[in-house]
């Protein structure tokens, strides 16, 4: 089994009042002193945030500062001896780096202090609900609260003696309890749920507490489905079905929508469903179109796992961080130091649809902006493609409006055809079609030896046209035996203008893709050994039969952030 498939970093996504950490939940001592080395230069992310060693997990916002708590191993580059590392932010983007926060000490966290959440109190003090393992392997919701709230960094935590507040009753999976979400405050008490697993049930489990100290399980599961699995790092948080402005998570008003997110242990990918809080059962109800496992709803289609949202009453909006997972690294990876990036930070609303969510760059990214360069009714037949010049290739953001003007040679579409990753790895970017493919061709080296390519490919059936976007990174890298995979989702956009719209964002390592202004999103990781740096070359492409416009194009030149 690969190193990585053991050791499994989680997102960590603290927002004070609204955030939490999410942790991999197995201990390998005798890969624990395996050392950890500096992320190899050419492949070490610019703008994304990425720890010099080890592993990394998300933010949380207190008086005005984002911070960001990452679970790593300060002995070594593998799963064990975890604490929270801990860096500060204005901005989202630019980072300063902190002492650790929270260090195993207690009996009930001596094996490691993993996910956890925090909530903002009403006297504005937050505390922080996490997953404790003690030497038993007996996982338990524990808290801490800051040492000091002068503090205006929050630097020193310290664990109450009254701890643990949660212990798996008879009945819960000791093993497989943890995650505690974000609170929220309904009827005189708080709310948070837990993951755990049942004879392959996935169960999202609701405790309630009148004082965040006492807390007391509910009779029934918040939700669970069958043949889910393991549900790490639930995420609960309501939605306007009006605005794209984002919510308290003890918002209940009437013109809401609710969300429920899984981290399914088993697919390593993020799930959600939409759907209806019941308060006064305390159940969640999921849509009839929304379902839940593996054949449900996904944030991201590509290397994105144990996520978090968090509302940010700054700016009005829910922020959601993902972690840029690996599903195939090897111990010599994690010697090359192929470790864990966290995704930029998006916001996330409903769709007008209201049949999904959709996410956009928070638009503090765009001060990273450098080197602006246009394009506009450009044609690309079959089989051309054109460079995108002045721009640094390997550090950029692309914007691009594709123009179909016509639909008639579109293919036919196989009602068989569900599985969108399976489709595009069957129609990749080198198999010609009728419409499409057409899109990107990132990271891609002169002579084409290596690229991942971002791609759209329209469909018709009798009734509709079906539109699928790929982030196909078979060819990213001359180098064998790393991870290549390529990524895919239907787009539900209607077609009626001709125009598809992909925006990119491009890092050296990472290829963040949003289709269709956000409704269908893919991050790839990727490791060429050509297309590095200077060397790197960025192409609109086309080989499809009907003739693709290029109605408007912007691309720039990233600067990289402060990090550390």
């Keep these: 089994m690969a190193i990585w498939n053991l050791l499994w970093l989680y997102i960590l996504i603290l927002y004070v009042s609204n955030g939490r950490m999410e942790a991999s939940h197995k201990v390998y001592?005798?890969?624990?002193?395996?050392?950890?080395?500096?992320?190899?230069?050419?492949?070490?992310?610019?703008?994304?945030?990425?720890?010099?060693?080890?592993?990394?997990?998300?933010?949380?916002y207190y008086n005005g500062i984002y911070h960001i708590f990452y679970q790593y191993n300060p002995k070594g580059a593998v799963w064990g001896n975890i604490v929270w590392g801990h860096s500060i932010s204005k901005d989202l983007i630019n980072w300063k780096e902190l002492e650790p926060a929270i260090c195993p000490s207690k009996h009930f966290d001596i094996d490691g202090a993993w996910?956890?959440?925090?909530?903002?109190?009403?006297?504005?003090?937050?505390?922080?609900?996490?997953?404790?393992?003690?030497?038993?392997?007996?996982?338990?919701?524990?808290?801490?609260?800051?040492?000091?709230?002068?503090?205006?960094?929050?630097?020193?935590?310290?664990?109450?003696?009254?701890?643990?507040?949660?212990?798996?009753?008879?009945?819960?999976?000791?093993?497989?309890?943890?995650?505690?979400?974000?609170?929220?405050?309904?009827?005189?008490?708080?709310?948070?749920?837990?993951?755990?697993e049942r004879n392959s049930r996935g169960i999202a489990y609701l405790y309630r507490s009148r004082d965040f100290i006492h807390w007391t399980k509910a009779k029934h599961p918040f939700h669970s489905a069958p043949n889910t699995g393991m549900w790490e790092c639930p995420d609960f948080y309501p939605v306007s079905l009006s605005s794209k402005e984002g919510l308290d998570p003890s918002y209940m008003g009437k013109h809401v929508k609710h969300v429920l997110k899984v981290s399914l242990d088993d697919a390593r990918y993020d799930y959600y469903t939409l759907g209806t809080?019941?308060?006064?059962?305390?159940?969640?109800?999921?849509?009839?179109?929304?379902?839940?496992?593996?054949?449900?709803?996904?944030?991201?289609?590509?290397?994105?796992?144990?996520?978090?949202?968090?509302?940010?009453?700054?700016?009005?909006?829910?922020?959601?961080?993902?972690?840029?997972?690996?599903?195939?690294?090897?111990?010599?990876?994690?010697?090359?130091?192929?470790?864990?990036?966290?995704?930029?930070?998006?916001?996330?609303?409903?769709?007008?649809?209201?049949?999904?969510?959709?996410?956009?760059?928070?638009?503090?990214?765009?001060?990273?902006?450098?080197?602006?360069?246009?394009?506009?009714?450009?044609?690309?037949?079959?089989?051309?493609?054109?460079?995108?010049?002045?721009?640094?290739?390997?550090?950029?953001?692309?914007?691009?409006?594709?123009?179909?003007?016509?639909?008639?040679?579109?293919?036919?579409?196989?009602?068989?055809?569900?599985?969108?990753?399976?489709?595009c790895a069957n129609k990749g970017s080198k198999v010609e079609g009728g419409v499409g493919p057409f899109g990107l061709l990132t990271l891609a080296s002169k002579n084409l030896e290596?690229?991942?390519?971002?791609?759209?490919?329209?469909?018709?059936?009798?009734?509709?046209?079906?539109?699928?976007?790929?982030?196909?990174?078979?060819?990213?890298?001359?180098?064998?035996?790393?991870?290549?995979?390529?990524?895919?989702?239907?787009?539900?956009v209607d077609l009626a203008d001709k125009k598809l719209s992909l925006r990119s964002l491009i890092d050296h390592s990472v290829v963040e893709s949003f289709g269709g202004g956000g409704k269908t999103c893919i991050?790839?990781?990727?490791?060429?050994?050509?297309?590095?740096l200077d060397n790197a070359h960025l192409y609109a492409f086309n080989k499809g039969d009907e003739t693709i416009i290029v109605k408007n194009l912007n691309a720039w030149s990233m600067n990289k952030a402060k990090m550390n």
């Design 450 to 492: 290596e690229y991942t390519a971002v791609f759209f490919r329209v469909f018709k059936t009798s009734k509709k046209h079906v539109v699928l976007l790929c982030s196909d990174a078979r060819s990213s890298s001359l180098e064998d035996g790393i991870y290549k995979p390529s990524f895919a989702g239907f787009v539900d």
């Design 277 to 423: 809080y019941l308060t006064n059962e305390d159940k969640y109800v999921p849509d009839n179109a929304s379902v839940d496992g593996w054949a449900g709803l996904r944030y991201d289609y590509g290397n994105f796992y144990a996520s978090k949202t968090f509302f940010d009453p700054a700016k009005r909006r829910r922020i959601l961080w993902g972690w840029v997972n690996e599903s195939d690294f090897t111990q010599d990876d994690v010697k090359k130091g192929w470790a864990g990036i966290q995704a930029i930070p998006r916001i996330v609303w409903l769709d007008t649809n209201q049949r999904q969510l959709k996410q956009w760059p928070v638009e503090e990214l765009n001060t990273l902006r450098g080197e602006n360069v246009k394009m506009s009714h450009q044609k690309l037949k079959k089989g051309h493609h054109i460079e995108i010049q002045g721009i640094t290739a390997a550090q950029a953001d692309i914007d691009v409006t594709f123009y179909i003007p016509s639909l008639d040679k579109a293919e036919e579409f196989n009602p068989t055809w569900e599985d969108a990753q399976r489709l």
């Design 29 to 60: 001592p005798q890969f624990q002193s395996l050392s950890a080395v500096n992320i190899r230069q050419l492949h070490h992310t610019a703008f994304h945030f990425q720890p010099p060693k080890n592993w990394i997990n998300g933010p949380m």
């Design 523 to 532: 991050t790839s990781r990727v490791y060429p050994t050509l297309a590095v």
């Design 115 to 196: 996910s956890g959440s925090t909530t903002i109190l009403p006297s504005n003090k937050p505390i922080i609900l996490y997953t404790g393992v003690d030497s038993n392997g007996i996982q338990t919701q524990n808290h801490a609260v800051p040492a000091n709230l002068s503090d205006p960094y929050l630097r020193k935590w310290i664990k109450p003696g009254n701890n643990p507040l949660i212990d798996p009753e008879n009945g819960v999976n000791a093993t497989a309890f943890r995650d505690p979400s974000t609170a929220w405050w309904l009827n005189g008490r708080w709310r948070v749920l837990v993951g755990s």
